[in-house]
């Protein structure tokens, strides 16, 4: 039996890298996994063998402290890998084939799947709607920051790369397609980026920078990104986007110097429920983000919140931030007549057309997120780093396919 090494959330600010059991085609009881999930039979699913998977801005939210995560909870929804088992229900997918797995697990077979909202998939999670490898309250699918991991619905699920060799070329760029790629293009698509938009992204994170990338792709005129983080803020710049720094106060005016004008068509939250205020040393206020873009976006605008939000957060600032429950001024937003699209990615409605837009030099996702691969036993240490601000993407390597 092979070894199974993986990242598990120990507490807050503390990841450790652990043996796991090797992946079968059965869900065990663990850590965050919902009782009712526990027997459950995968002979539909897939076992792949690692060959990148991302830390993630969300994975940060849990490894913080501000939701409520078990400790042992394994982690990592940004997988890509190489078949090595599947299950006897599988038809089409074959051991050898290099893979996309969107983070949002779906099962192809409900009203909402059928419907291409695979974020809300009915039957994966006996929580609630919705799913993800290795995240808490959705259903206990163990985290793919392991050498090997379990895919569900593999025929159903798993984006086949069509070329083996080429897929390798462009390896760092096709990982980006389990999560950040259409994550950051959905915010841009449902806050109706097209050809010769204006555009706010707010978070330079790397969802911001996948936003801002997409709003390219998608003809945007003028990207502007806004950010307290120097370094990540240059990151953006350097694929031709324009800036604002939010040390120096609300976006208002900076976007008025860029453009001419206070406003943009279309605005992207790319940060979620941990935003700050404005100004240097500004602290933690929610809604912030939330509040600027309905502030600055053009009436009759939409806005894009692929940033999360919880529902449980024990870190929050006070009771009802605690519930997720935020000081919105949705007056602005109904006299302005904006629109608002929020929660998952559904990965399944983009991932082809983009890697198909990577495979053939359209976009270097990779390259504008500022992707950096690590060793798997380096993870704690980019965790830290990314937690600290590192302008990068921290792409684990566990079983050494990439360079």
Known sequence: MEGNKAVAYKGPGKVEVIDIDYPTFELKDGPGVNPANVGRQVPHG???????TNICGSDQHMVRGRTTAPPDLVLGHEITGEVVEVGAGVEFI???????????????????CKERKTGICLNVNPDRPGSAYGYVDMG??????ANYVLVPYADWNLLKFPDKDRAMEKILDLAMLSDIFPTGYHGAVSAGVGVGSTVYVAGAGPVGLAAATSAHLLGAAVVIVGDMNSDRLTQARS???ETVDLTKGGP??????ILGVPE?????????????????????????VLNSLMDITAAGGALGIPGLYVTGDPGGI???????SLSLSLGTGWAKSLSFTTGQCPVMKYNRQLMMAILHDRVQIAKNVNAKPILLEDAPKGYAEFDAGAATKYVLNPNGYLS
């Open 46 to 52: 897939a076992i792949l063998k690692t060959v990148a």
């Open 264 to 288: 943009v068509d279309c605005a992207v939250d790319a940060v979620g429920f941990e935003a700050k205020g404005h100004g240097e040393g500004a602290k933690e206020a929610p809604a912030t």
């Open 239 to 241: 694929f031709g986007c």
């Open 318 to 324: 006070d009771e009802a931030a605690k519930k997720g």
């Open 140 to 145: 206990g699918w163990v985290g793919g920051q």
């Open 252 to 257: 208002v005016e900076q976007i008025e110097q």
């Open 94 to 112: 074959k051991v050898g084939d290099i893979c996309s797995v969107p983070f949002n697990i779906s099962c192809g077979r409900c009203r909402n």
